[in-house]
């Protein structure tokens, strides 16, 4: 025994630990070729799908959700100067003017919630969500900050909150990804196809973008000469090689690879049929705003309802269009105006289909605008981490509730302070685990969602 090199035990033994591994995390009863089959959580779940309405660029809570008189009454008068001590901007002086909110409040729902005019739908439905006015971040910055709200960490390299969902539960569609991607707007997020990665865990946990036109990823049609039956026989022959391959080095990229030859196969029948929106009624389409023939914010959240029916565990969609630098009050309108009416609906659709308390929906950008103006118009604001709001809807997210309090000029969060890692914390318990102990072990150490922060949030849960 002692004449064995050290690079033979590395060469060899490396695939008995490896194998030994990925069967241990499959599990004893799932299949090392089926990574996604569906897993029970911790403990019973409130939720078992999410959608998640990521609103890329922050939304100015100051318009949309946090009324403060005060701020109005200063409006071009210089902050406070010992609000602003040790406070650092992304690209203001800090000592820019105040500026007031650029539209009117309205009280809204059974509670009398103060809501911006500009969100006349989602007034409509704030008896059935929870906001949440005292959100903080650690990032000041685009990418940062949604790699932040996405993945737990500042930093390229982790798996995002989608990932982590399926790593947790698997899916319950075997026609269709666990976790599917949208983006709307302008552009797509300044974090990039990391908002929605895997990171460090095997790659069949990553999102899968859809395109909102078209076939919804790029050659599920065939190509001229290849029919159903040769295109089977030549993936059975490729699958066989790779679950050879599979047995022997046990590395669960081969079990992603044939994951994902066979999704593609089964998605050839199933994605075109999602996607036809022709086939909803008129009255749900009337309901969202949605119109089959062009794409639109509305059309995507109507098929993240879709996929959510079909089993898909986790939806998200972004619309980047939030970054108001300037032209706030024009743009701003023109953002609601693309959202308001769809966000509502998706939330009185899933209701009406009996989805809702199953259905986890997220709402929120990656941090919050700041009271002082920014623009040579006044007619501006900078980025924010100090204060911004979210909203939450079924899932065993609390109805009816107001979350946190800010101080009268929405600076900083003065009551109930919930920060991006307590609400991951809180999103892990609604869908049944307890985010101390959804891990994965990757460099020596035990990695999760919340990395080593976080705290449960139980005034959010119903």
Not at 335 to 349: G, S
């Amino acid at each position: 025994m002692s004449n064995i090199a050290r690079r033979w035990f590395l060469q060899q033994c490396g695939v008995g630990l490896g194998a030994a591994a990925f069967h241990h995390l499959m599990g004893a009863t799932t299949a090392p070729t089926d990574p996604l089959a569906p897993k029970k959580p911790q403990f019973e779940p409130k939720a078992k799908n999410v959608i998640f309405l990521f609103m890329a660029g922050a939304p100015s809570h100051l318009e949309l959700f946090d009324y403060k008189p005060q701020l109005a009454k200063f409006d071009g008068t210089l902050p406070p100067a010992d609000l602003l001590k040790g406070y650092r901007a992304a690209f203001i002086n800090p000592n820019s003017k105040l500026m007031g909110p650029k539209y009117k409040f309205r009280k809204v729902g059974s509670n009398g919630v103060d809501l911006g005019e500009l969100l006349p739908h989602l007034g409509e439905v704030v008896d059935d969500i929870a906001i949440v006015k005292s959100m903080v971040t650690d990032a000041f910055n685009h990418a940062p900050g949604q790699l932040m709200m996405n993945t737990g960490a500042q930093i390229f390299g982790r798996p995002s909150f989608g990932a982590w969902v399926t790593y947790g539960l698997g899916s319950e569609s075997k026609d269709l990804p666990a976790f599917v991607v949208f983006s709307t707007g302008k552009k797509g997020p300044s974090g990039g196809n990391s908002c929605w990665g895997s990171g460090f865990l095997p790659t069949v946990y990553q999102g899968v973008q859809f395109r909102a036109t078209g076939d919804p990823v790029l050659y599920l049609s065939n190509p001229e000469g290849v029919d159903g039956q040769l295109q089977r026989e030549s993936l059975d022959s490729i699958q066989r090689l790779n679950r050879m391959r599979l047995d022997v080095v046990g590395d669960p990229e081969i079990a992603t690879r044939i994951n994902s030859f066979e999704m593609a196969f089964r998605m050839q029948s199933s994605a075109p049929e999602l996607m036809d929106l022709s086939k909803e009624p008129k009255s749900v389409l009337d309901l969202y705003g949605a119109d089959p023939a062009k794409p639109s914010f509305a059309n995507t959240c109507l098929l993240a309802r879709r996929l959510v029916q079909r089993g898909v565990r986790f939806v998200q969609i972004y619309h980047e269009a939030w970054d108001q630098h300037g032209n706030l009050v024009k743009d701003l309108k023109k953002n609601t105006e693309d959202t308001d009416r769809a966000c509502a609906a998706l939330v009185k659709d899933l209701k009406q289909q009996g989805m809702l308390k199953d259905t986890l929906v997220i709402w929120g950008g990656e941090f919050g605008r700041t009271p002082m103006v920014q623009g040579g118009s006044d007619d501006g604001r900078d980025h924010h981490p100090n204060a911004f709001t979210m909203w939450l809807a079924g899932g065993g997210a609390k109805p009816g509730l107001v979350l946190g309090e800010t101080d009268e000029l929405g600076f900083n969060v003065t009551k109930d302070k919930v920060h991006v890692h307590d609400l991951h914390a809180t999103l892990l318990h609604l869908l049944g685990f307890e985010h101390t102990r959804l891990t994965y072990r990757f460099q020596g150490r035990d990695y999760r969602l919340t990395d080593v922060h976080g705290n449960l949030v139980p005034a959010l849960l119903a």
